[in-house]
């Protein structure tokens, strides 16, 4: 049995600080880094209002299509691949209309058809059972982890996880090499 890698988009294989970072910067004219986003709270993190972070959020409609990958992450995701079975387990942004029809032609774009397919869109990601979820976000692995504990969460290491304590990473290799070790282990069917 191939194990079954459910990877998340936001925050592993794809660059969204810097989208949010560049759409702050052109709505309210500040100017940001992703180490300053030091908590799941955006506007927190840069001093922003509700109304002020909302708006950042609907400029963003349409990063889903440029958004650039992070270095390594599209081979990392390739060659992880080919020894496991890879989903997409991704939330959509509810106030970008085009969310998902764009992240979906970026998967196109950069894995191929077959690969952009096994994609789950929804913020609820307990519900998808996996071997493995690698997310950016403690809660979605936490809650993940709740519903199956054949389940193994991994946190991809980011400035706005560090309080976290769950198993973190941040490189492509060795979640190659973790994954590959449970492949090569016997399983009691
Ligand atoms: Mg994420």
């Given at each position: 049995?191939?194990?079954?890698?459910?990877?998340?988009?936001?925050?592993?294989?794809?660059?969204?600080?810097?989208?949010?970072?560049?759409?702050?910067?052109?709505?309210?004219?500040?100017?940001?880094?992703?180490?300053?986003?030091?908590?799941?709270?955006?506007?927190?993190?840069?001093?922003?209002?509700?109304?002020?972070?909302?708006?950042?959020?609907?400029?963003?409609?349409?990063?889903?299509?440029?958004?650039?990958?992070?270095?390594?992450?599209?081979?990392?995701?390739?060659?992880?691949?080919?020894?496991?079975?890879?989903?997409?387990?991704?939330?959509?942004?509810?106030?970008?209309?085009?969310?998902?029809?764009?992240?979906?032609?970026?998967?196109?774009?950069?894995?191929?058809?077959?690969?952009?397919?096994?994609?789950?869109?929804?913020?609820?990601?307990?519900?998808?059972?996996?071997?493995?979820?690698?997310?950016?976000?403690?809660?979605?692995l936490?809650?993940?982890?709740?519903?199956?504990?054949?389940?193994?969460?991994i946190l991809w290491?980011?400035?706005?996880?560090?309080?976290s304590?769950l198993?973190r990473?941040?490189?492509?290799?060795?979640?190659?090499?973790?994954?590959?070790?449970?492949?090569?282990?016997?399983?009691?069917?």
């Open positions: 049995m191939k194990p079954r890698v459910l990877l998340d988009v936001d925050g592993v294989v794809g660059d969204f600080a810097a989208e949010f970072i560049k759409e702050l910067y052109n709505e309210f004219g500040i100017r940001k880094t992703a180490a300053d986003n030091t908590s799941w709270d955006f506007g927190k993190s840069f001093g922003l209002t509700k109304g002020q972070e909302q708006q950042v959020f609907r400029a963003m409609d349409g990063a889903a299509a440029t958004m650039k990958p992070y270095p390594k992450a599209v081979e990392g995701v390739k060659k992880l691949a080919t020894i496991s079975d890879v989903f997409f387990c991704t939330s959509p942004v509810k106030s970008a209309p085009r969310w998902c029809y764009d992240r979906t032609q970026w998967l196109i774009d950069l894995f191929g058809p077959a690969q952009a397919r096994r994609v789950a869109y929804t913020s609820e990601k307990y519900i998808v059972d996996g071997h493995f979820l690698v997310d950016d976000k403690p809660q979605n936490e809650l993940w982890h709740e519903e199956g504990f054949h389940r193994t969460p290491d980011q400035p706005w996880n560090q309080d304590k198993p990473m941040s490189d492509w290799g060795k979640l190659f090499e973790v994954v590959n070790r449970w492949a090569s282990v016997p399983k009691v069917e």
